[in-house]
Antibody, heavy 121, light 106 residues
């Protein structure tokens, strides 16, 4: 399974950040797909995830500014963050969250994209 | 949110050394604690999940354990490719959270 992010690189303050993750080498169906960001000031921050059915869970820290969508037909999912500020500058990673019924029903991130730097300025 | 505190923040070691990194959770996370390794400029990669299960392809010199809310990652004999930053992450409850990272330096 390979994940590849694509994004704008630069976003103006107060505008919307949009990043897409293309999934190849496996089906998007039956998995959770997540966005995680990494900035020097805040380390790794989990943004949220979407199941292939479309159900979502978000980190409240983003104060409802984030939305994750999935397109099964195109095997990709996307992240929008609105009203961005400089604090949203980070490397954004897309990732697959694996639910392992054989390990106590644990969740872990088994595949990551290479990450895309988004600068808000 | 569940806070994860790693110690130490950084660690200097030599090839062949045995090292231990600790991750302390602010509340019970059962065994839902994972470890990732990140090399500079690269994405994190899973090395241990569910406290002590090695991801496929991870060499057996890595091991994970727990005592209550304290989790440890041990590398039995450091190899050159092990010098990286290591993060713990809990998946007991959302929002999932990560430790601040431990950088292992030569």
């Amino acid at each position: 399974v390979q994940l590849q992010e694509s994004g704008p690189g630069l976003v103006r303050p107060s505008e919307t950040l949009s990043v897409t993750c293309s999934v190849s080498g496996g089906s998007i169906n039956g998995y959770y797909w997540s966005w995680i960001r990494q900035s020097p000031g805040k380390g790794l921050e989990w943004i949220g995830y979407i199941y292939s059915s479309g159900s979502t869970t978000y980190n409240p820290s983003l104060k409802s500014r984030a939305s994750i969508l999935i397109d099964i037909s195109k095997n990709h999912f996307s992240l929008n963050v609105n009203s961005v500020t400089a604090a949203d500058t980070a490397v954004y990673y897309c990732a697959r969250v694996h639910y392992d019924v054989f390990s106590g029903g644990s969740y872990y991130i088994d595949y990551w994209g290479q990450g895309t730097l988004v600068t808000v300025s | 949110d569940i806070q994860l505190t790693q110690s130490p923040n950084s660690l200097s070691a030599s090839v062949g050394d045995r090292v231990t990194i600790t991750c302390r959770a602010s509340q019970d996370v059962s065994r839902y604690l994972n470890w990732y390794k990140q090399r500079p400029g690269a994405a994190p990669q899973l090395i241990v999940f569910y406290t002590s299960t090695l991801q496929n392809g991870v060499p057996p010199r890595f091991s994970g354990s727990a005592s209550g809310t304290d989790f440890t990652l041990t590398i039995a004999s450091l190899q050159p490719e092990d010098f990286a930053t290591y993060f713990c992450q809990q998946s007991y409850s959302t929002p999932y959270t990560f430790g601040q990272g431990t950088t292992l330096e030569i």
